[in-house]
């Protein structure tokens, strides 16, 4: 099995975070042992954003590394567990709040797939970036 970098960059529908991961440093941390839940946003998602907004952030490693860091919890949350919880907190430090009532939405963003496995954590595929607040 792979780990959580090396599972995204073979899904293919994340090129974008991969890149943003890589553009940030975060590379060694999430091929680290971990374990980590990563919310990941596909392309789709980056999509949604307003037009500039991803190549800003690959121009500010400082910005992009807290947004992506906001959607990383330390150890294995698997979708069984995320929905017994009403928030979860996150590597940058903030909160994301989780709502198991219809699907699973962590802040706006619905879960699409859940429980990707890898050797060092587990993905959630989510359809939405979240941003954390400033």
Known sequence: ??????????????????AAIQAAGLEDTLKGAGPFTVFAPTDEAFKKLPAGTVDALLKDPAKLKKILTYHVVSGKVLAADVVKLKTAKTVEGSDVKIDAS??????????????VAADNGVIHVIDTVLIPAD
Not at 1 to 18: E, P, Q, R, Y
Not at 102 to 115: E, Q, S, W
């Open 1 to 18: 099995m792979a780990n959580i970098l090396d599972t995204a960059k073979n899904n293919g529908s994340f090129t974008t975070l991969v």
């Open 102 to 115: 219809n699907g699973v939405k962590i802040n706006d963003a619905k879960v699409a797939t859940a429980d």
